[in-house]
């Protein structure tokens, strides 16, 4: 029987932990890294968290692999890795995908939203 959606997500979020935006905030003060994975769009329309990298997912394997030509040196195996997207689904997916891919310590923001109401900076302004 073929792979449907429903079934990678509900395996992504049963091995994602999902956080809130104050525990990201935490983290990130910790040395965590954050990603926003959404697109380039996504952002022109509603800014970035400041603290966020902006890989979108589309490129996250290549990004995250320190074996790759466009790995980004901010990604460590052992560095604790909050993802965030526009509604959290997405996040889920890149982050069972980092798990798979050796990623120790993965968490799910959930939506860009969750960080904004959460008093998260976003492009040097608090919301």
């Not at 905030?25 to 769009?41: F, K, N, S, T, Y």
């Not at 996504?42 to 320190?66: N, Q, Y």
Request: proline share 3%; glycine share 12%.
């Amino acid at each position: 029987m073929p792979l449907t959606v429903k079934d990678m997500m509900q395996s992504a979020n049963a091995a994602v932990v999902r956080i809130d935006g104050t525990t990201a905030q935490q983290m990130l003060a910790e040395g965590a890294v954050m990603i926003d994975i959404r697109d380039g769009l996504e952002l022109a329309e509603t800014g970035k968290a400041k603290a966020a990298l902006h890989i979108s997912r589309g490129v996250l394997e290549f990004r995250a692999d320190p074996a790759s030509p466009m790995y980004h040196e901010e990604l460590r195996f052992e560095r604790p890795v909050i993802l965030h997207c526009a509604s959290g689904g997405r996040a889920a997916l890149a982050g069972k995908l980092l798990l798979d891919m050796g990623y120790e310590k993965v968490f799910n923001l959930g939506g860009f939203k969750d960080w904004v109401e959460a008093g998260g900076t976003v492009d040097g302004e608090t919301l």
